[in-house]
């Protein structure tokens, strides 16, 4: 998807401006305090920052991280020109983010000049003969003129797309994956309108130590037949901490997992 970038005004360029982590952050909480979430690793030290290697292609950094166990807060987007990263981790602090993966790429220069108004002092050399009835002499002297100049000084301004994500650490729960409905075409695949499918398995969780794949369809929770994603949370509301059995479809096959929840 193509990424869409907020150009900050042409003055902001030459002056600065407020924060733009701050002024284009989009929240992906609902507006929740994280400091109120008990499901949070609360962090308790400064932010780190990450250098995300390519903005087009940061699903891959996502996907990282919450394969690691975080949860998106929120994200910045903008095009400015060159911001510190010291801006980021003000961001990440505000909102109590534990991690920041910051992207920055480069777009474009503005070249072109701007009048400056400075003070001009001339100062002028004079010389004459001066005459009496002693005699007369030659005389030195100077004078000054106070004024102002206008000169125009050249700048050449570069332009970057940033894109910033804000993650928190998130406590181990339940099975451990992200999941979605079935396709239409996984549909017709399995013969079969029920079931989820395993789209992330979070490592370390109980799904990953019993050996849950990406692409599995979980289409039995405790002996239940699961219709949908709906359907699927509603179950695991009530199973925090038990042991549970899953029948999962892989590869046309039928495997059966009993696995410990946290």
């Known amino acids: 998807m193509k990424n869409v970038f907020i150009l900050l005004p042409f003055l902001s360029f030459l002056w600065g401006c407020a924060n733009p982590y701050s002024q284009f952050y989009r929240d992906f909480t609902g ?127 570069h332009q970057y797309d940033y894109y910033a994500s804000f993650w928190v650490k998130y406590k181990p729960l339940g099975l451990g994956i992200y999941y979605d409905d079935l396709t239409d075409e996984l549909r017709r695949e399995i013969g079969s309108n029920k079931g989820i499918r395993i789209m992330l398995v979070v490592k370390g969780s109980p799904a990953f130590d019993n050996d849950l794949l990406v692409g599995d369809v979980i289409r039995k929770f405790n002996d239940i037949e699961v219709i949908d994603i709906v359907h699927y949370q509603n179950i695991i509301k009530e199973t925090k901490g038990q042991q549970i059995k899953l029948e999962i479809l892989r590869g046309g096959k039928t495997i059966t997992k009993q696995i410990q929840l946290n």
Do not use: W
Request: a negative charge; charged letters at 20%.
């Open 31 to 157: 507006g929740k305090n994280v400091l109120e979430n008990p499901d949070v690793v609360i962090p308790t030290g400064e932010p780190k920052i990450i250098q995300g290697s390519n903005i087009e292609n940061r699903e891959k950094d996502d996907k990282q991280m919450m394969e690691d166990g975080y949860c998106l807060l929120g994200a910045s987007c903008f095009n400015a020109r060159d911001i510190d990263q010291k801006a980021a981790l003000e961001q990440a602090k505000k909102i109590h983010a534990d991690t920041v993966i910051a992207y920055q790429q480069y777009t474009d220069t503005f070249s072109g000049s701007m009048p400056v108004t400075l003070p001009d002092t001339q100062t002028s050399q004079h010389s004459g003969m001066i005459s009496g009835y002693g005699g007369s002499a030659h005389y030195f002297g100077s004078s000054t003129t106070y004024g102002s100049k206008t000169i125009y000084m050249p700048y050449h301004i």
